[in-house]
């Protein structure tokens, strides 16, 4: 239950060389993942690597008031005694899921046909997210919802005594609306099919097929067509959580916007459908490698190299990667601020519903720091100053957004004057290790405000 602490002020100064590797923590998409597919298996699923994050953690607590059995046995080894598809029992009390839109989101999916009642809570981040997006389809297979005023947590899930399978267009690119109806497919009859007009991670396709679920997946022209097959016995798994790209791309684009740096960070999850960032910033000019590329539990893996680079070039990014590095915006917004010309990010409309809206949150942070940006409802224009003329020196607030929180203190590492953060607290929804991790490559980062 994240977001109910004391703020941490926090402030990030200009550094010298950031070196060494950055042990990244385990995929977030991921690690909700492996505890609510465990939870709906037969028998036991082994995890290692797993997101010790609050937002995932939230996700444990919630499989456990659902009737299944959550061991943690230290160092991110986890046990899920899962209660298979279709036997989540009714929770006693309300499912607080804290800060984390993935994890309300799938879990409503995945109790939406059982015939149980449960009640979502969150944050005041969560709280104000639209969650109409996934009570929608959910209404399709017979499940009813009852929240506040525009589709808003807390809310209640009637789940479908009687579930119909549901064939369903996702209007948004959302991988959790998409998760939601795959999970909530799990317990209805026949066939249950998602149509997505622009791909979004597919961790729920893949996982989905390795626990033993019949699933597949067609490119039409309609777009991506997802076939499931329900009632199956998921059988369980053992799973080793790849470390998130999401988190990498804090260390990597650190090091491309301080002189000198030359930073690994290994076992990085690189599945095309998450990895958009790392294409666009090669199109930058970042000095940027893939080493030692390998496939691990089904998903493509890399350590990646970044060194610094001093001559980054402003880019228009392409809008049809904006699925693939949707969380990544805002550090990309850092690093546009340390190129030459502008960096036009448009099709982006999805980070106005996030943890926060992304693109005001950045914006007006960076704005105060001295850096031009131009904004509308679904894109915005980061007006590069080049390397070196960042001025910094203003305080930013974090919104209950771990991301923009991250990135600010990215961008004291390279500018003239520090900048400091109103509360550092949400980071550990994600990165619980970004700040001692940042210090040990030679970032400059302390709590309190800058002077
Ligand atoms: C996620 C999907 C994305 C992403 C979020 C994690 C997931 O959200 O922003 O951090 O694990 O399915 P949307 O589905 O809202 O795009």
């Not at 639209?130 to 959910?138: F, G, H, K, Q």
């Not at 039409?220 to 016995?233: F, K, N, S, W």
Request: with cysteine.
């Amino acid at each position: 239950m994240s977001g109910h602490g004391n703020p941490i002020p926090m402030s990030s100064a200009k550094c010298g060389p950031l070196t060494g590797t950055a042990d990244v923590p385990g995929d977030k998409s991921i690690s909700h993942r492996s505890l609510i597919l465990g939870a709906m298996a037969v028998g036991e699923t082994r995890i290692t690597g797993l997101l010790e994050g609050d937002d995932v953690l939230d996700t444990a607590r919630a499989m456990r008031a659902f009737g299944s059995e959550v061991t943690d046995h230290g160092g991110g080894s986890w046990s899920v005694h899962g209660v298979g598809v279709g036997g989540f029992a009714e929770p006693e009390g309300v499912i607080d899921c804290g800060n984390s839109g993935t994890g309300v989101r799938l879990i409503m999916g995945a109790m939406a046909t059982s015939p149980i009642t449960a009640t979502f809570t969150g944050d005041a981040s969560l709280n104000k997210r639209p969650m109409a997006r996934v009570t929608d389809p959910l209404a399709l297979f017979g499940a009813q919802s009852y929240g506040r005023a525009g589709g808003r947590l807390p809310m209640t899930i009637v789940g479908a005594a009687d579930p119909v399978p549901v064939r369903y267009t996702t209007p948004m690119p959302s991988a959790q609306v998409k998760s939601a109806v795959l999970l909530a497919g799990l317990n209805a009859p026949g066939q249950t099919v998602v149509i997505e007009r622009e791909a979004t991670r597919d961790h729920s396709e893949r996982m989905l097929a390795g626990f033993g679920a019949t699933i597949t997946t067609e490119d039409t022209d309609e777009g991506r067509v997802i076939t499931l097959t329900g009632q199956p016995e998921l059988r369980p798994q053992t799973i080793d959580v790849p470390r998130d790209p999401s988190s990498a791309a804090f260390p990597v684009c650190a090091a491309l916007i301080v002189p000198g740096s030359d930073v690994l960070v290994p076992n990085i999850g690189l599945n095309p459908t998450r990895a958009g960032l790392f294409t666009t910033l090669r199109e930058m000019g970042a000095d940027l490698s893939y080493e030692n590329a390998r496939e691990e539990s089904g998903e493509p893996v890399a350590d990646l190299r970044a060194r610094f680079s001093p001559d980054l070039k402003g880019i228009e990014v392409d809008p049809a990667r904006a699925a693939s590095m949707i969380d990544e915006y805002p550090v990309l917004s850092v690093v546009a601020a340390f190129a030459e010309g502008a960096t036009v990010m448009r099709g982006v409309a999805e980070l106005r519903v996030k943890e926060s809206d992304r693109i005001e949150a950045m914006a007006s942070g960076l704005r105060a720091n001295g850096v031009e940006v131009e904004d509308g409802p679904d894109w915005w224009i980061v007006h590069g100053r080049g390397h070196g003329a960042v001025p910094g020196g203003a305080i930013c607030a974090s919104h209950l957004d771990h991301r923009i929180a991250m990135s600010f203190m990215i961008l004291g590492m390279a500018s003239d004057k520090p900048v400091s953060l109103d509360d550092g607290a949400p980071i550990g929804t994600s990165f619980p290790i970004f700040e001692p991790l940042m210090k040990r490559l030679g970032a400059r980062i302390t709590r309190g405000d800058a002077d």
